[in-house]
C-alpha cells in the first residue's frame, strides 16, 4: 500500500498533549532496562545537526516500517529519509526539537517497552514483525500522549519521505513550476512597509 503523503505539519508544539511532563517519561528514565541500548546505524556522512546517532537509529527504523519498499518507489536508503528529517526538525523551534528527541528516546527505551508490552528489547533491536505491533499499540494505545507520540513521528517520516523529488513521479507530481520561486521577489525582514496601494501600512500577515 503507497504510503499517504502528510499534511503540513502545525508550528505548533508536535506533543501538546503532555507528553513530557507526565510520568510517562519519568518511568522511561532509569533502571537497568532504560540503559539497554539498540542497534545503531552508521551515521550520515553529512553530519546530524539536531539528533544524535542512537535517535538517528531510531529514525531509520520508523522509516523502514512506515515507508516500507514498494516497487517502482524509491528506498528509504535512496531518499535518506532519516537525515530528511533531521534536516526539517532543524527548521523547528527549539521546544519542539526537544521533544522529538525525548520522545524517540521514549521509543527506544527498553523500560518503557517492558511497562507497556512486556518487551525487554529497545525498539531498533525487535525483529520487523514485532516492530509492527510496537506501532500498532503506539497508534491504538488508550493513553493519547503515545497516539499523539506515533502521529508526530509518522508525520514527519512520511514528510521526510516526500520531500524528495524522487518520490514525485509514482505520484504523478511534475514538480513545482519554474516560476514557483522567484529569486528576486521581496523579502520581508520583519519591518513594515507601506502598502502598495499607498494606505497604510502592509504586514505579510495581515490577511485583510
Known amino acids: ?38 542497534k545503531r546505524v552508521a551515521p550520515p556522512a553529512g553530519g546530524l545537526h539536531v539528533f544524535s546517532e542512537s535517535e538517528y537509529g531510531v529514525l531509520d527504523a520508523l522509516a523502514h516500517r512506515f515507508i516500507g519498499s514498494l516497487p517502482g518507489w524509491p528506498t528509504v536508503e535512496e531518499v535518506g529519509v532519516a537525515l530528511a528529517v533531521d534536516r526539517i526538525a532543524e527548521k ?5 526539537r526537544a521533544e522529538l528527541k525525548q520522545l524517540l528516546g521514549l521509543f527506544d527505551n527498553a523500560l518503557a517497552g ?30 493519547a500522549v503515545r497516539r499523539t507520540g506515533y502521529n508526530a513521528l509518522r508525520t514527519l517520516v512520511l514528510a521526510g519521505y516526500f520531500q524528495s523529488p524522487l518520490t514525485w513521479k509514482p505520484i504523478g507530481y511534475p514538480g513545482p513550476d519554474d516560476s514557483f520561486f522567484q529569486p528576486d521577489a521581496p523579502v520581508w525582514f520583519g519591518r513594515s512597509v507601506p502598502r502598495p496601494e499607498g494606505n497604510g501600512v502592509y504586514h505579510p500577515e495581515d490577511t485583510r
Do not use: C
Open 1 to 38: 500500500m503507497v504510503p499517504d503523503a502528510p499534511r503540513s505539519p502545525s508550528r505548533r508544539s508536535l506533543l501538546k498533549r503532555g507528553l513530557l511532563g507526565g510520568a510517562l517519561l519519568a518511568a522511561g528514565g532509569a533502571g537497568f532496562l532504560a540503559l539497554r541500548t539498540g
Open 92 to 96: 523547528t523551534e527549539p521546544s519542539v
Open 114 to 143: 517492558f511497562l507497556f508490552g512486556g518487551r525487554t528489547e529497545p525498539f531498533t533491536a525487535l525483529p520487523s514483525a514485532a516492530q509492527d505491533r510496537v506501532l500498532e499499540e503506539w497508534r491504538d494505545s488508550r493513553i
